[in-house]
């Protein structure tokens, strides 16, 4: 069982940076793949990017050149450095981890979740 706790979520203007980070409970942090969802009103939870155990990484293509998805394991915490952000990134951001293999790009192939956190673009 893995519990997850976002933070880090606000408000900033068109160009501006956030970094969101993700807690997780639990010894077994380090073989977890991670991830980062979105979800803007009446749309879809999309990925955004994803972690594996060993460091293999996966990036959106809304998103390749501005996030930077990372992995402490001594921290048990996933971070989301979030640079040069657009008014279209305004969402709820959500922190999964699943224990299978691969990088995941499915909501459905995450068991665990956080509840999320809030991201506003101002343009």
């Known amino acids: 069982q893995v519990q997850l706790v976002e933070s880090g979520g606000g408000l900033v203007q068109a160009g501006g940076s956030l970094r969101l980070s993700c807690a997780a409970s639990g010894r077994t942090f380090s073989t977890y793949n991670m991830a980062w969802f979105h979800q803007a009103p009446g749309k879809e939870r999309d990925i955004v990017a994803a972690?594996?155990?060993?460091?293999?990484?996966y990036y959106a293509d809304s998103v390749k050149g501005r996030f930077t998805i990372s992995r402490d394991n001594g921290k048990n915490t996933v971070y989301l450095q979030m640079n040069s952000l657009k008014p279209e990134d305004t969402a709820v951001y959500y922190c999964?981890?699943?224990?299978?293999?691969?990088?995941?790009?499915?909501?459905?192939?995450?068991?665990?979740w956080g509840q999320g956190t809030q991201v506003t673009v101002s343009s």
């Open positions: 972690i594996s155990w060993f460091v293999r990484i």
């Open positions: 999964a981890a699943r224990g299978s293999a691969g990088l995941g790009q499915d909501p459905t192939e995450y068991p665990y």
